[in-house]
């Protein structure tokens, strides 16, 4: 636009800007407010012009996003992400305030989409994320790739080069393969080392006191057009197109609105827009592209998200500090400086006013150290570090997450269009009072109670979906199955996956049921099957079951590899629990977990012959596994009379003495045999100790002897040792013995084994070797006679402590129980 000084010239008005810009936004609404144009376009999916009218409801609130998902493949999307402070939002909200039409004009979201699906390699800058084609920027859907530099870095549209004559291009005109930042190039030429730190000084801090509104995108339009004419299209030939089919739009609202027309865009594609072009040099270009067919709506945005570590490819460093200096209506560094100590008061550290006083003195006294006209973020940052954080980075990273970058979390009206899926999850999430949030945060359920019930059931169900809101995490206080604890974190890109899952239904339930039948028999191992059995009951999916119990079951028969099945038994276990705490009829699936009980038991001594040491590594891990299972499963299955299965841990502790006792098993499996017949109480300590002492005896090898020793006293066994000395006497006796050139063969197994252990028991371990093993015995003897322990254990001082545990761990009588058993 040739503009001048205190005026516009003809033609339609151009507005070039820096995406995710608060300069550039604070810079449109003053010049449509001075233009009072006729209507308004916009850089974004014309298929979006539906949806403009949403963003004057009040239940609209930035950041938000455009998204457009192809028809046929939901998961291909693509986002044009708005914040308050993005100029196309200002332009929108201007638009719809002074009742003007407001129009986007980019290339369709038809052919963006088809664009990555035939050439996903070619991302130019759009690919966002895991699979997912172009995330445009903000208003266009070529992302932003802005150069790193200081916290306020925003980017000019500085992906957005193309072609300075499309029609016609220049042949002297260098062939520019790589992308130009044009920030950089500008800031290079004023003497600038960091890009970011120029567009502060020159556009941000400068351009509230410009007179003339349209003056900043004269000026930009000028250097932006001496860029495209050195550098062409700047490596983006797509961009050519792009701005064929924006011409092709702007020379239409002309002949409705004559010169009355307003445009905001990118500011690399403003000379492109006034380049005098044919118009059938700009249909050229477009002749033939590929399309899909594209749904658009608007979704929830974060801060975090528009942050360029996010991995958003036109991300910014700093959002929470743009829409700061947005919002402040004036001293944004007084009152940057007040959030700062707010947000240290409420993590308990001392902050007074005379920090904040002192604090904004240093910034702006670093500003004109730095010639700066006003403090920027990197000022304010130094400023904080030095006053508030007394030197230290750690406070400070606390800064950059919660306020430089933020957890805020947009809004879209309920009437904003959507697929079934979604709604009735919105529903839900209205129904059980979760509302989604940017930032994380510890969910704990009482399954007990009816509304953390449904909670727990509509996670689980959407992360069958493959909707991972929420993720699982280790419940503190309780160990009981009547409690779940979950990390909840709502991003954007969920929204997608929402679009994707509603393949499966309509609903949270029917989608989740269906898409478990197809996971069932599409799974490739029979481990697989039983963990989904166990996600469906956790997610109450009656209707699911009998697919993957007939499944299951067909797997279990076929099935001969002992591995598998020891593999896929716990899991099977497990979900007998939830009987219990969720009212799930569990029948059917005991049945299975018995079969596959016995065939394990079946199975498992000529499997653990004549392994190696990986394999029996391995196969020692599954005697653990199958251990734990068989005791849920014989507590579940009730007496023998009833159930047939309460004979299940009889016939499995046969099975121990059988691998206990064969030589061909692997040592690291005979140990753990024999450990685990002890626990169970089946075999003496005195037996224990003959078959120790029979392993550890000159005629075993000292690798096998090892062996035997990591699996009998491995994975927590210390206290095996630090209670019967006798045991430990025999280990340290055998080890004395082992040959001078076998001991550093079997040393990495001790260490292995020994390095598991807690440090008390370390400690106390060396202790006792030190004073000499084996001088007592029984199963006090490692306490008696060191000072502060007794000969027995006093039973009362023990009950004393009752109170205390069921305080600290807040518990009631029955769930205490519970626990100590």
Known sequence: MAGTEGGRGAGPLLLGVRHHGPGSARAVRAALAAARPRVVLIEGPPEADALIPLAADEGMRPPVALLAHAVDEPGRSAFWPLAEFSPEWVAIRWALEHEVPARFIDLPATHTLAWGKDDEADAEGELTGEEQPPEPTAGTPAAETPSAGSPSSESPSASDPADPDPSTPDPSTPDIDIRVDPLAVLAEAAGYDDPERWWEDVVEHRGARERDAFAPFTALEEAMGALRETYGVGGRDRDLVREAYMRLQVRAAQREFEDDVAVVCGAWHVPALRQKASVAADRALLKGLPKVKADLTWVPWTHRRLSRASGYGAGIDSPGWYGHLFGAPDRPVERWMTKVAGLFREEDRIVSPAHVIEAVRLAETLAVMRGRPLPGLGETTDAVRAVMCEGSDVPLSLVRDRLVVGDVLGEVPPGAPAVPLQRDLDRSQRRLRMKPEALERELELDLRKEI??????????????????????????????????????????????????????????????????????????????????????????????????????????????????AQALPALVRSLRYGDVRGTDTGALTEVAAGLAERVFVGLPPACAALDGD????????????????????????????????????????????????????????????????????????????????????????????????????????????????????VDEWLTRVPAEAFTDVLPLLRRTFSSYEPGVRRTLGELVRRGPGKQTGTTAAVAGIPGFGAEPDAGRADAVVPVLRLLLGLDDDELVGVAG
């Open 452 to 565: 953390d019930a449904g909670r727990s059931t509509l996670l689980h169900r959407l992360r069958l979906l493959r909707i991972e809101w929420g993720e699982p995490a280790a419940s503190r206080g309780s160990t009981g199955t009547f409690r779940e604890t979950w990390r909840l974190r709502w991003e954007p890109e969920l929204a997608v996956r929402v679009a994707e899952a509603g393949v499966w239904g309509t609903t949270v339930p029917a989608a989740a049921t269906a898409k478990a039948e197809a996971d069932a028999v599409g799974a490739e191992s029979l481990a697989d099957v039983t963990a989904l059995a166990e996600r469906c009951l956790l997610a109450e999916l009656p209707d699911a079951l009998p697919v993957v119990m007939k499944v299951l079951a067909d797997r279990a028969a076929l099935d001969t590899d002992v591995g598998h099945l």
């Open 615 to 730: 394999a029996a590594e391995e196969m020692r891990r599954h005697v653990d596994a199958v251990h734990g299972a068989v005791g849920l499963l014989g507590d579940a299955g009730g007496s023998g009379a009833e159930s047939g299965h309460g004979d299940l841990r009889v016939r499995w502790r046969a099975v121990l003495r059988t691998l206990s006792a064969r030589d061909t098993v692997p040592g690291v499996i005979r140990g753990r045999a024999v450990r685990l017949l002890l626990d169970e109480g089946e075999l003496g300590a005195d037996e224990a100790a003959r078959l120790m002492g029979l392993v550890l005896s000159p005629g075993t090898p000292p690798a096998d002897a090892a062996a035997w020793i990591e699996g009998f006293v491995g994975g927590g066994g210390g206290l095996l040792l630090v209670h019967d000395e006798r045991l430990l006497g025999l």
